[in-house]
């Protein structure tokens, strides 16, 4: 039965959303038909215009014809009378036409004014039906913020003990983040302490070893230089006495030339 009951409500939407559409349809149709009305009028006006134009031409040209004493005259006058009663006849039936498309006009422009009042008369009772359906949603609004404003003081009452329980819970894992994070420092500081002491050491022992290199090298050096003197010191002789008997040589040789 409740299957049956949404079916039956979805078919009252339906026609509902159907006869919007065609209420709409009409207004445009009205609108498009009043508007082609209006310009029925307009465009018999304009062959109104231009027919009495025709027939003043056609009856200026008559009296030129009238008064022409040639002897083609009176052939130029019946010319121009028929010329004229088809003109005159053109004009009123333009004149009819523009009688029919304002009469046309004002029949429209009245049945449109009668769907507007009906169209007004029945918004006004929508709009009344309208009004007191929100008069109705309103105090059920009133109704649901009265006891949303229940649920919410019973709900702030419930988060404070709530936040109270999580304030006391973060205290404590505070406590014991502070405790934590305190020894880590403590190993912290003597993990530090430690490779300083160890890095000192270090340093001392390489300052040593680099100490007793440089010590090593000077001495290598200085023996080096000893070295070099006294190797120095004995080539110096052996210089002398060759260069004594390099001498001696030349002068036995010039001894000889002059003997020869």
């Known amino acids: 039965?409740?299957?049956r009951k949404q079916k039956a409500v979805d078919e009252v939407a339906q026609l509902e959303?159907?006869?919007t559409r065609l209420q709409t349809q009409l207004a445009k149709a009205r609108t498009k038909q009043e508007a082609d009305a209006q310009k029925a009028?307009?465009?018999?006006?304009?062959?109104?215009?231009?027919?009495?134009t025709k027939l003043k031409a056609a009856r200026t040209k008559l009296a030129a014809a009238r008064?022409?004493?040639?002897?083609s005259a009176a052939k130029q006058v019946a010319?121009?009378?028929?010329?004229?009663?088809?003109?005159?006849?053109?004009?009123?039936v333009s004149k009819a036409n523009l009688a029919n498309a304002k009469q046309e006009l004002a029949a429209v422009k009245a049945a449109n004014k009668i769907a507007n009042e009906h169209e007004k008369a029945l918004a006004k009772a929508n709009a009344a039906?309208?009004?007191?359906?929100?008069?109705?949603?309103?105090?059920?609004?009133?109704?649901?913020?009265?006891?949303?404003?229940k649920a919410a003081a019973k709900a702030k009452v419930q988060a404070k003990k709530a936040a109270?329980?999580?304030?006391?819970?973060?205290?404590?894992?505070?406590?014991?983040?502070?405790?934590?994070?305190?020894?880590?420092?403590?190993?912290?500081?003597?993990?530090?302490?430690?490779?300083a002491q160890k890095a000192a050491a270090k340093k001392a022992t390489t300052k040593k070893k680099a100490t007793s290199k440089t010590k090593a090298t000077a001495k290598k050096k200085a023996t080096g230089k000893t070295t070099a003197r006294k190797a120095t010191a004995k080539k110096a002789p052996a210089k002398r006495?060759?260069?004594?008997a390099t001498a001696k040589r030349a002068r036995k040789t010039q001894a000889k030339a002059k003997t020869a």
């Open 67 to 71: 008064k022409k004493t040639t002897p």
């Open 241 to 244: 006495v060759a260069k004594k």
């Open 41 to 52: 009028v307009t465009a018999a006006t304009k062959e109104v215009n231009k027919a009495s």
């Open 129 to 149: 039906v309208v009004k007191k359906q929100k008069e109705d949603a309103r105090k059920e609004a009133a109704k649901a913020k009265a006891a949303a404003k």
């Open 79 to 92: 010319t121009a009378k028929k010329a004229l009663e088809v003109a005159r006849e053109a004009s009123e």
């Open 17 to 19: 959303q159907q006869l």
């Open 1 to 3: 039965m409740a299957a």
């Open 164 to 195: 109270a329980k999580a304030k006391a819970k973060a205290k404590a894992a505070a406590a014991r983040a502070k405790i934590a994070a305190k020894k880590a420092a403590a190993r912290q500081k003597a993990a530090e302490k430690k490779a």
